[in-house]
C-alpha cells in the first residue's frame, strides 16, 4: 500500500524559505510522477508542482520561479524547496504519486506551512 510522508513545514516569515520533503513507500517510487499540492483554509486542494519520471517540472504560475521541485530516486523522495515565500503560500502541503495525471495513493498527514510576520 502506498504511504506518503511529509515533512519540513514550519512557521516562516515572508521572504524567507522552507525545503519539504516526502518520504513514499509501497511503490515503485522511480516509475511514478510525483507532485506537490496544497490546501489552504476554505479553499480547495490545488496541484503547485510536479515532476516525471524523467525529472521534466512544471508548475502552477503562483509558485513559478520561487519553487522547485526535485526527486531523489535512490531514496524514494521528493523534495519541495520554496523561496521568497508569501502570505497566500500558508497552506498545508502534501505529495502524491501521480499516474497518467492521477492520483494513486491515499493523502498522507500533510504538513503546515505558516508564512507571516
Known amino acids: 500500500q502506498v504511504q506518503l510522508v511529509e515533512s519540513g513545514g514550519a512557521l516562516v516569515q515572508p521572504g524567507g524559505s522552507l525545503r519539504l520533503s516526502c518520504a513514499a513507500s509501497g511503490i515503485i517510487f522511480r516509475f511514478y510522477a510525483m507532485g506537490w499540492y496544497r490546501q489552504a483554509p476554505g479553499k480547495e486542494r490545488e496541484l503547485v508542482a510536479s515532476i516525471s519520471t524523467y525529472s521534466i517540472t512544471n508548475y502552477a504560475d503562483s509558485v513559478k520561479g520561487r519553487f522547485t521541485i526535485s526527486r531523489d530516486n535512490a531514496i524514494n523522495t521528493v523534495y519541495l524547496q520554496m523561496n521568497s515565500l508569501k502570505p497566500e503560500d500558508t497552506a498545508v502541503y502534501y505529495c502524491?504519486?501521480?499516474?497518467?495525471?492521477?492520483?494513486?495513493?491515499?493523502w498522507g498527514q500533510g504538513t503546515q506551512v505558516t508564512v507571516s510576520s
Open positions: 502524491n504519486a501521480l499516474s497518467r495525471g492521477e492520483v494513486i495513493g491515499p
